[in-house]
């Protein structure tokens, strides 16, 4: 049974890659993940604040208080070199690259342009395979037009690819007007494939203090359709490549993203709550399901339930929510 | 040899530069100003810098000095070559080992910052009282003057104890020279290896003990053999002062630097000398050389370097035969000795040169002896020239004193403040700064830049403020062609930088600033806008002497920068462009190399944003058009307001105002003794906002009052009717609680003394229901609120404190209607400590009595100008004092015998007094409970009517009882200190004064370092945490001190922080003094040396706890006496991974940022500690005792 795949031009073993979590955090989980399989894996995101704020917090910090007071001049021992949590992820890669023969996927977070997509030459030059750009920006002023939106976006992602030569993903949201349009407008600026969808974690209320707090709930099942339905549309409509992530916990989850169109699938809250060594019966799984639907590769089920294939393209639009509305019964 | 290599460093630095290269063990522990060197090779160890030899040497902190000492004399003894620095106390704890290491003839050098021992006081700066101390012990005493000698006179000190066997002790003076900054010339490691020869190394080593070759040392001897065997060692000391002028000579030939056991300067024939050591040494020879070459006065110095042994020969050599009178200087007070020890030296040397029948002088010179610079007072040419012109006088003055003014014995010479030797060729600059802008680093970069990067010499001097939070810093810069010999401040500028706007409202800046100086201001005010600004006496000042004035906005240039409020890179490059040391191209270009050269390790943002700022200063400074006439409609107001008592107007003020040294003996306490609550008087306006209080949102539960570190937002519950005659924006509103019907309620902040930290906005729970964004505080700046809330403040104080009779202490939310008589402290912004130390003097103040260890909090609650222990309405409040650092405890327990036995005497004297007293009376007074406030009222009360009826008594027996009555009322003893203290040095006191069983209460506040002496790891660091002396992280666990407290039974014990549950901390405070017996609270207190928001600090407890880092509990010796379980475990199983703690603070992070392997190491160690240690917790408090009363 021929499992492997091609994303962006890196040739994996199989369809099933571990995306941005702590078990790709540093080598040890890395390695373990490749013995489970895992066909590639993404690094977790280095973020656009750390690029800047990190030695300004570190210098802030260690400065703070000192020289006020004769016996407490300074309250910290000068290091001869700073390891900043960039230059770690720069040793991660290089460490990986050297240990694992999986490729090696970055990932760089950031909402806004500036000299900290610089940083992605780093990338590049510590060895990495291929680079995943995680555009998280949530507009809130009225004043700013979708259009402006749009082009912050694809500043960011020429920029990028106006610094590095290895293939480039963007992880995107949902939320745009015409989102094939603008998939087709990050096709242009030179991405390689598109990462659907980023995973906006909503913000919850603190009833008893009245306050925002962050939450974070894995994903299940249900949060699949909607790169589902995305990648069946764009497929082929736009010439990239296609990561389905978000709500992927089953060969079957696997196996429905595969057909609409995605050339892989990314990982993450299934790992978290199985164990990396999922991968194994995942990957059983799904040469179970092609044995008994008689597909010989993977190559040959990608896009078969795309829109642009399936016999009735309009289920992926408006016919569907009509029925789907008709159909429920109380 | 190769080409000669010049630094910028301190006299510290110096030192450690030397002692690192030449020694393989390292035993250290702070003590200002001495910490920098152990700090230094610490540092460098942990970087794996090496020895001449090739070898990292073995850097170990101990728990004391003393301890330090015991590991030097066992490593000496086990062969290593050893070391080890302290000062003041710190010296004294290791004499009795000094005294073994130099009977056993053992070579090492103790390196010491001398600093003043505390006698009526304690004092952090420099004498040599330390080293005079110490000077029986049989250590050679090698004392150098600046720092080139320190790091020279080190080295000869290494390599001649080696050759001499006699330990030395190097001394230097404590800030004067352990921090001033000079470029000076290194000395090479292949000098160093030829002045330790590998031969004298192998012989050390020959000596040590060793099972391959055993004998034994240390043997005890007795009265037929001890004395006989003790003259052994005379042989050592005569030969002593030949072999260390052989280095001196040796290092001459090597470097080209010749010193002599006494170095002679001045005239041929000179008939006035002054002998003198160390620092003064520098300002004498520089006088002596002025006068000589100016006047040709026949003036000469001896700089003694070698004082012990003491070399009649060699001192007799340098001489002049012309001598007529020599006056002595002793940096050190002996009191009740003929004179101090460099006299007494320096007049039987003399007699027993004439006892000898040598004819070198004509005749018995005059010789006076004379004390200076104590505790670092300033010793400058016009003093040493005073000291001169005393010897021309036919019976010069004896014994006298110089550089104070002795009104009440007469001894202090009189001397010219204005007389200056300093040359025009150097540029002498002063700034005046924030602590936290940054100033003094900018200074120390400025001093680098020119001193390293130029032909021309720098010298950098730091003077800082007495307080922790908003502090003024000057910075004392020199620069000239010739190295600068200067050890004293700059008191003739020819420039000077005011860096803070609001510093010319509040000091006299341009004091000294000379005719045609410049004075740069950073202001937000351009042209004639600045020119008003300027109060009256600096208007005067700048037409008077013709001062050019520059300014810029350096807020402005910083924040555009990204800087913040950081200016110090912007002021620099002003400094570089206006001062002209450098072309100003080359100049810029020099800031921003070195900007690269400080910033680089630390990030290129760093880098980029500074060399930003120092691009847009350029374009943002100006010169200010002089207007030619006064306009100025205020000025500079004095330092404390006219309603102040007399002592604080008199003493206290002239010091807040920068003139103590003009303070005259006559104004003093003779025994230290000194009043309390004065800081009230001392109005700081250091915070740039205050928190503003809505009364409409406010839910009164207390919590901004019980965590403001400075007492500065109060409560009060009171008739309506005091609101008559309120200001106009005076607040007020409805009290809530159901026992306070019908009254109102007000918080009030008191503007001036606030610091602005933010922690009561911080802890504030209540919020605006329609906008959630506000709470019932908000901070808004401080300025436009300062007046009218000064009045509302001083309103509120008029108000009566709610009668504590009447306060349910066991909640916060009226508990802090209690006074605070712990206020305005010169403590940090934000600090973790003091909220528990108010809440004590809030609790127990009016019969508290403290004892405080040395420490932060012995310097924010004791250190001049003003004291912030208070009394309340009826004039009681603790009594405080601090004894030392290590024996606080045993200080404290003396506190209780010494009241526990007045008390007996006071009762025994009732009972015979019975008849007369009255029986009820009597039996009441001494059987009353006193458990409550109204009972402590009640027997007050008692004591009251007590004292009446004994006026009528004629007896003896009733004249004593009336002076101890008040002893019949309970007394509440406080023994407060911090980790340094409770874990380490204090540890073997702490633990025997809770084992004896008798009623005190300790405090630990618990900031898991030496926080006020910068930071040093205590066995009370966490695992993993970077501190210095713990530079590559801290690898063991914190010690469990609650732990081993409860291990005896019958200890109260708990363990709180406030931030994550502030009633548990009352209820432990209670139950803490309750308690008869000892007790002992161990506090968590968030620190700035932990690297957090100290805006913020509160959500730091809240994390500790949730992860279980801090473990909260009570261990109640009165449960056991009910059957129950005495262990009460207060804290949840932990809920949060430790990582998210340590990833919170700087002081876990910078280990992560700089050896993530080891911080993950340890990160995954204090996990599984954590862990196993709230289950030993758990099991234990679940346990069910059947053995129970």
Not at chain 2, 23 to 44: F, L, Q
Not at chain 2, 1017 to 1033: D, E, L, Q, R
Request: hydrophobic letters at 40%; a negative charge.
């Amino acid at each position: 049974m021929e499992l492997t795949t091609n994303y962006m031009g890196l040739s994996l073993k199989s369809p099933l890659v571990a995306s941005a979590s702590p078990l790709t955090e540093d080598l040890k989980g890395i390695k373990k993940l490749e013995d489970a399989g895992a066909a590639a894996v993404v690094l977790p995101s280095i973020f656009e604040e750390q690029l800047r704020s990190e030695q300004k917090d570190l210098f802030y910090h260690t400065t703070q208080g000192t020289y006020s007071y004769y016996e407490s001049l300074t309250y910290f021992p000068e290091m001869d070199e700073y390891r900043f949590v960039t230059e770690q992820y720069l040793e991660l890669i290089r460490k990986a690259k050297e240990s694992v023969s999986i490729p090696i996927i970055a990932s760089l977070n950031g909402a806004t342009s500036g000299g900290w997509v610089e940083f992605a030459k780093k990338i590049e030059q510590a060895g990495a395979d291929a680079l995943e750009l995680n555009i998280y920006f949530i507009p809130t002023d009225p004043d700013e037009t979708s259009e402006e939106v749009e082009s912050s976006y694809l500043e960011i992602v020429e920029a990028v690819r106006a610094t590095v030569k290895i293939p480039l993903a963007v992880k995107l949201s949902p939320f745009f007007s015409n989102f094939a349009n603008f998939a087709k407008k990050v096709e242009q600026a030179g991405a390689n494939a598109l990462v659907l969808f980023n995973r906006f974690y909503q913000p919850d209320i603190d009833l008893e203090n009245l306050i925002v707090r962050p939450s974070i709930h894995l994903s299940t099942s249900h949060a699949n359709r909607l790169p589902m339905r995305w990648i069946a549309i764009l497929k082929n409509k736009v010439n990239l490549d296609f990561a389905a992530t978000s709500g992927i916990h089953t060969s079957d989850d696997v196996i429905k993203m595969l057909l609409v169109g995605a050339n892989v699938t990314m990982l993450c809250s299934a790992l978290l709550k199985n164990g990396v060594y999922y991968l194994l019966q995942l990957e059983r799984e799904i040469v179970e399901w092609m044995q008994e639907h008689q597909y010989d590769s993977v190559k040959q089920m990608i896009g078969v339930m795309s829109q642009e294939k399936t016999p009735n393209p309009s289920e992926y639009e408006r016919v569907q929510y009509i029925k789907a509305i008709s159909s429920y019964k109380i | 040899m190769e080409k000669r290599k010049f630094a910028v460093m301190d006299g510290n630095e110096a030192a450690a530069y030397v002692a690192f290269r030449v020694n393989e063990v390292i035993a250290i522990y702070p003590i200002t100003p001495s910490s920098n060197m152990g700090e230094w090779c610490d540092e460098w160890a942990a970087k794996g810098y090496k020895n001449i030899w090739g070898v990292t040497p073995t850097v170990v902190e101990m728990q004391s000095e003393a301890g330090a000492a015991g590991a030097v004399h066992g490593a000496l003894q086990a062969g290593a070559l050893t070391t080890t620095f302290t000062a003041s106390q710190g010296l004294l704890l290791k004499i009795p080992n000094m005294f073994k290491i130099a009977g056993e003839l053992t070579p090492t050098v103790f390196n010491i910052s001398a600093r003043t021992v505390a006698t009526h006081a304690l004092s952090i700066f420099g004498d040599h009282s330390d080293v005079m101390a110490a000077r029986t012990t049989g250590f050679a005493m090698m004392a150098s003057g600046s720092v080139q000698e320190v790091m020279d006179l080190g080295l000869i000190s290494y390599a001649s104890s080696l050759k001499s066997r006699i330990p030395v002790i190097h001394f230097f003076d404590g800030f004067r020279t352990s921090h001033e900054e000079n470029k000076i010339e290194v000395v090479p490691d292949e000098i160093m290896r030829e002045m330790i020869p590998d031969e004298l190394v192998k012989e050390h080593r020959n000596r040590a003990l060793n099972p391959e070759r055993p004998v034994i040392r240390g043997t005890a001897q007795n009265p037929d053999v001890f004395f006989q065997n003790r003259e052994t060692v005379n042989r050592f000391y005569l030969a002593c002062p030949d072999v260390v002028q052989e280095q001196m000579n040796k290092f001459a030939a090597l470097t080209g630097r010749q010193y002599h056991l006494f170095d002679y300067y001045g005239h041929p024939e000179a008939e006035r000398v002054v002998v003198i050591m160390a620092s003064g040494g520098e300002t004498a020879e520089e006088t002596v050389k002025y006068l000589v070459s100016n006047y040709d006065e026949k003036v000469g110095v001896v700089r003694v370097r070698l004082f012990r042994p003491f070399s009649i020969k060699h001192f007799i050599e340098v001489l002049p035969s012309t001598v007529k009178a020599i006056a002595v200087l002793d940096r050190t007070k002996e009191p009740g000795a003929v004179g101090e020890p460099l006299y007494q030296d320096v007049v039987s040397a003399i007699y027993e040169h004439f006892r000898n029948g040598s004819v070198k002088f004509k005749q018995f010179p005059e010789i006076v002896g004379g004390r200076y610079g104590l505790s670092s007072k300033e010793f400058t040419p016009a003093m040493v020239k005073a000291v001169l012109d005393n010897l021309k006088l036919e019976k010069p003055k004896n014994h006298f004193t110089v550089g104070i003014i002795d009104d009440v014995t007469f001894t202090s010479l009189e001397y010219d403040p204005n007389f200056s030797i300093e040359s025009d060729k150097v540029v002498r600059a002063m700034f005046f700064g924030l602590g936290s802008d940054g100033t003094v680093g900018a200074n120390k970069n400025s001093v680098k830049i020119i001193g390293e990067h130029t032909n021309l010499y720098a010298q950098g001097y730091y003077v800082y403020d007495s307080k922790k939070a908003g502090t003024l810093t000057v910075s004392h810069l020199r620069f000239g062609p010739q190295p600068i010999r200067a050890p004293y401040l700059i008191s003739q500028a020819n420039f000077v930088a005011c860096h803070q706007t609001v510093f010319i409202e509040k000091y006299h800046l341009l004091d000294t600033l000379i005719k045609g100086g410049t004075f740069l201001i950073n202001a937000p005010f351009e042209g004639e806008e600045l020119w008003n600004f300027f109060p009256k006496s600096v208007q005067e000042q700048i037409l008077e002497k013709n001062i050019r004035v520059f300014y810029i906005d350096a807020q402005k240039v910083a924040e555009s920068s990204g800087m913040g409020r950081r200016i110090n890179t912007v002021m620099q490059t002003c400094f570089f462009a206006i001062s002209g040391i450098l072309p100003k191209d080359d100049a810029i270009q020099a800031i921003k190399d070195s900007i690269v050269r400080t910033y680089g390790k630390k990030g290129e943002e760093i880098v980029r944003m500074n060399i930003q700022a120092v691009e847009n200063t350029l374009d943002n400074l100006k010169e200010l058009q002089v207007p030619q006439r006064i306009t100025a409609t205020y000025d500079i107001r004095p330092p404390v307001p006219d309603y102040a008592p007399e002592f604080v107007k008199k003493v206290e003020g002239p010091i807040i105002a920068g003139r103590g040294d003009w303070l005259p003996v006559s104004v003093f306490p003779v025994d230290g003794t000194w009043p309390t609550a004065t800081t009230q008087y001392e109005k700081r306006n250091i915070a740039l906002e205050i928190p503003v209080w809505d009364e409409n949102i406010c839910i009164q539960c207390g919590k901004c009052a019980f965590v403001c570190p400075h007492a500065t937002i109060r409560i009060k519950v009171y008739e309506p009717k005091y609101l008559e005659n309120a200001p106009m924006t005076f607040k007020s509103t409805n009290a809530r609680d159901k026992e306070f019907a019908g009254l109102k309620y007000t918080i009030q902040v008191a503007p001036e003394d606030c610091t602005g930290c933010g922690v009561c906005v911080e802890v504030c729970p209540a919020k605006d229901k329609t906008n959630p964004r506000r709470k019932a505080l908000n901070m808004e700046p401080q300025l436009p609120l300062r007046q009218q809330e000064a009045e509302n403040w001083d309103f509120f104080l008029r108000i009566p404190d709610f009668e504590r009779t009447k306060i349910k202490v066991s909640s916060i939310r009226q508990q802090q209607l209690q006074r605070p008589l712990f206020e305005f402290s010169g403590a940090c912004a934000g600090c973790g400590e003091t909220p528990y130390v108010k809440l004590l003097s809030q609790l127990f103040g009016d019969r508290a009595i403290i004892a405080n260890a040395t420490g932060c909090s012995s310097i924010y609650g004791g250190n001049l100008p003003t004291t912030p222990w208070a009394k309340d309405e009826n004039g009681r409040g603790p009594a405080w004092s601090n004894s030392l650092f290590e024996d606080n405890a045993e200080f404290g327990f003396g506190f209780r015998l010494a009241i526990d036995k007045q008390k007996e005497i006071a009762i025994n004297l009732l009972k015979s007094l019975a008849p007369q007293i009255g029986e009820q009376l009597v039996e009441e007074l001494i059987n009353a409970p006193q458990k409550t406030e109204a009972d402590i009222y009640e027997q007050r009360e008692r004591v009251r009517v007590l004292q009446q009826k004994l006026k009528d008594i004629q007896t003896p027996e009733a004249r004593k009882l009336e002076t101890i009555a008040d002893y019949l009322v309970k007394k509440s003893v406080w023994i407060v200190g911090g980790d340094g203290w409770a874990y380490d040095i204090g540890y073997g006191g702490l633990d025997h004064v809770i084992a004896m069983g008798k009623d005190v209460n300790l405090l630990v506040l618990d900031t898991e370092v030496y926080s006020n002496t910068g930071g040093q790891a205590s066995k009370s660091t966490p695992i993993g945490a970077v501190a210095k002396f713990a530079a590559n992280g801290r690898p063991a666990f914190k010690k469990d001190l609650g732990w081993m407290a409860m291990s005896y039974g019958n200890v109260y014990v708990a363990t709180v922080a406030f931030g994550a549950k502030d009633e548990h901390t009352l209820k432990a405070f209670l139950e803490a003094e309750a308690y008869e017996g000892p007790s002992i609270i161990i506090a968590y207190s968030h620190c700035i040396a932990h690297g957090i928001d100290m805006s913020a600090p509160l959500k730091q407890h809240k994390l500790a706890v949730d992860t279980g880092q801090w473990i909260l509990y009570r261990y109640n010796p009165e449960l056991s006496k009910e059957g129950k379980n005495p262990l009460i475990l207060d804290s949840k199983e932990p809920s949060v991974p430790i990582s998210q703690y340590m990833t919170s603070e700087i002081r876990f992070r910078m280990l992560a940022q700089s050896k993530p392997e080891l911080a993950k190491f340890l990160q995954e160690q204090a996990q599984l500690h954590v862990k196993r240690r709230y289950e030993m917790f758990k099991h234990l408090s679940e346990l069910k005792l059947n053995s129970n009363e």
